[in-house]
């Protein structure tokens, strides 16, 4: 297959803030495209990255003599890695507002914490995931439910650049070790690596650090602190609980799910689509695809938040919120390709305790659509 650039829904919002920001910060899990996007929708700026460690030097030796090669502006990759270019470019746009800085990075404690602090109001921020199905639908690739959990959504595999059992090896090896180093002193990789597989092993469940630290045999500060380093180099994502001030005994806790299912495939041991059909962790995997089909969905419209789960004390569970309005569309999750009834019961659990909240109902499943149903039946490929 021909290598190809695919295009990204968040293109517009970037488009849009461009004109009104004179910094642009993108941010996101390495490899999700974040420079290439970039770079294509402003040609004529010029490019550097920070990853390249002639150039790093040189940017963190004389900042202002590195900037000023720029006179119009640039885009400047991975720029958690020389930081103290941000006050710099800080003072160039307010002196000159018209030059526009369009920065990348890949490590939200790195870079969100220095660009708040240098670019208030002069910046607009964006995260950008791998891709989503719709990004993907003109493609002519195998869309079979199994092959998409197998792949992935990284645009390396959708472009024709790289296959899911080369690409997720050395993506663990070259970028998330190597992170993990630069924001932990991690002596024991093996064990870090086994926390990986077995956050994996819960997708979709009730994140508990006590139980990983019993399992992994360390303190639970530290399974916490490591899951701060996956959430922040957008590896993994935490659903929060719907939750209200009654006395409604609701779950607190939030769910674990990764921003891709191809990367937790591989560290499930998953090695092919065929594999995938009659493994244990399908059902979860594909719950994993819809939540973060929803979550691309709000970032490339430029928003975050306003997505939850219900779950109360009986197990009546909801498996995701989309805030609406004042109210919420309710959302259930079967890898089944045949509908049954009971799938809708824990929205109906949730429409009679809070009927004023609901808004839209759906079941996304992996059989065909039925969309004029009071609860909106859609197959895995027309998520709204």
């Known amino acids: 297959m021909a290598i190809q650039f695919i295009k990204r829904d968040l293109s517009a919002a970037i488009i849009e803030a461009s004109m009104y920001f004179p910094v642009i910060t993108l941010t996101g899990p390495r490899q999700s495209g974040k420079s ?9 700026v010029p490019y550097t990255s920070m990853e390249e460690l002639d150039t790093r030097e040189i940017a963190l030796t004389d900042p202002k003599a590195f900037l000023k090669r720029f ?12 930081p103290e270019l941000l006050s710099y470019i800080q003072g160039i746009v307010d002196e000159y507002p018209d030059r526009r800085y369009y920065l990348t990075g890949s490590s939200q404690f790195a870079l969100l ?6 670019l208030a109001g002069r910046t607009a921020v964006f995260e950008l995931l791998p891709l989503s199905m719709r990004e993907i639908e003109d493609i002519n690739l195998d869309k079979d439910i199994d092959s998409i959990l197998y792949n992935g959504f990284y645009p390396a595999i959708w472009s024709g650049k790289n296959i899911p059992k080369l690409l997720y090896p050395n993506y ?11 924001l932990l002193n991690i002596k024991d990789l093996d064990k870090f690596q086994r926390f990986l597989r077995l956050c994996a092993a819960r997708i979709g469940s009730i994140f508990n650090a006590s139980e990983l630290s019993n399992e992994l045999g360390i303190a639970a500060n530290t399974v916490s602190s490591w899951l701060s380093v996956l959430q922040a180099s957008y590896l993994v994502y935490l659903l929060p609980p719907f939750y209200t001030n009654t006395r409604k005994r609701l779950t607190k806790s939030p769910k674990l799910y990764f921003t891709d299912c191809g990367l937790a495939a591989y560290l499930l041991e998953i090695d092919s689509p065929a594999v995938m059909n009659h493994d244990k962790m399908r059902g979860h995997l594909f719950e994993n695809y819809v939540v973060t089909q929803y979550l691309k969905g709000e970032y490339n419209r430029g928003k975050s938040g306003g997505m939850y789960f219900y779950r109360d004390s009986n197990g009546n569970e909801v498996d995701l919120l989309i805030k609406k309005g004042a109210g919420y ?3 259930e999750i079967k890898s089944a390709e045949t509908f049954h009834t009971d799938f809708t019961k824990g929205i109906e659990k949730f429409e009679k305790e809070y009927p004023e909240l609901v ?26």
Not at 37 to 42: A, E, T
Not at 113 to 118: A, D, F, G
Not at 172 to 182: G, H, N, Q
């Open 113 to 118: 914490k220095n660009v708040t602090q240098s």
């Open 172 to 182: 663990v090896k070259t970028y998330i070790e190597r992170d993990v180093r630069d």
């Open 359 to 384: 808004k839209d109902k759906y079941v996304i499943y992996g059989g065909e659509s039925m969309p004029d149903l009071p609860v909106k039946i859609i197959n895995y490929t027309e998520i709204p």
């Open 71 to 82: 006179d119009k502006g640039v885009i400047i990759d991975e720029v958690q890695r020389a």
């Open 36 to 44: 290439t996007l970039l770079r294509h929708l402003f040609k004529n």
């Open 329 to 331: 569309d309710c959302i």
